[in-house]
């Protein structure tokens, strides 16, 4: 592989309850390379916990992150509502996503990209149960695993990540470089059920954990309001 | 779902060089049912940094882990050589391990079980690059994506951790409460290759990414060799 080149440098936004697996997936698969320099962005360099209890330590924070070749926004739980207003944040985003070469996201990561005007007049993606609010922001939210939209890569629920971390592989090297990185992960996937989809999972099951998930979705939606009424 | 019962304890073994995603993707699952109490266990409470540059923080020591309901051990980069044959951490699993309702593993976590003697009389599997190693103990090798026997549940490369996830997920609960966790991750696998096993990626992909990875084979195969005549 180039490594007389510059390193590729690529970037996760952590914050207080993200969803690591959101991060984890993309993360494992283009840190495959031996020219990616891999980076964890947080406010400052104290730990954060995430959404399910894992405590991560960021690598660099808002103010010391280098120009980023790939900027990657996870989702979270109740964590993210503050953070799709948090004004540090979303100007990190758009200094960040005005250079970078990759605009990407995970999850709800793309309410946040949304909410720092990043994916104005885009085509983009989410989890399925949040298109709705994603689409309160005026995006053109289209219903696919991973979305490619010029320099836009938005990816659906928290497992996405390692499509899209393929998907991004492949552009940024090339197919036999993403098709090394899914044999080394033997990511050769063999769900035991049929129900990673509410198409899949079926009318009652779906409803059953959108009731569930009804405090996070209404947060969700409050901030998503508030942000679309005070442009 | 069953809120009045004591929490079942799931705890994750971490060590310097550990493949995050070995851990992670089996932790995001295991962390969706509200009474799960999930632990990354260190042999103290320093940051441990991964095989990919990840630095976690472990949530509990060796000494102070309580008696887990499921063990889980994944594997990891050249930092796994050492810790086959750490004496302090085969101590701790073996101790675990007597006791755990679920002794299970990812990637080439299953040589360090077999390294603490926890897959005697076994059958198990690991990442497809290291079967051969794992053979090397005794182990009774099976090429399959998640192999369950009896009470011992061993996960192929890297991303079958989701896969094992939730095959213990409806061990430990139910069926639905499985599949309601692959729905809330939209663990809906579209790989934009099929490059998952050597079968799919061919023999020529498979031989570069083995001659990329022998330094890591050969350290690995010195290692257990070390292991089976020191017995």
Redesign the interface.
Known sequence: MMLDMAPLYIGFLIYPGV???DV??A??VL?FPPDTE?H?IGKTVD?ITSN??????P?ITYTDCPPLDVLCVPGGGMGQVEVMRDIETLKFLQRQGAKARYVTSV?TGSLILAAAGLLDEYQATC??AFREQLACFGVDVVSE??VIDRDRITG?????G??LG??LL?LLYD??T???A????????????Q????E??GET??A??LEA?KPLVDAFQLQVQKIATSV
């Open positions: 969803v690591q697996l984890m997936g993360y494992q840190a891999m964890l730990p399910e209890g894992v405590t991560l330590l690598s999850c989890h399925w695993r991973v659906a629920g928290v497992t996405s390692i499509d393929l998907t492949q197919k036999a993403a098709k090394m899914q044999l080394m992960m033997e990511y050769n996937p063999q769900p035991p059920f129900a990673g989809s509410p899949q999972a099951l779906t059953q954990l998930g």
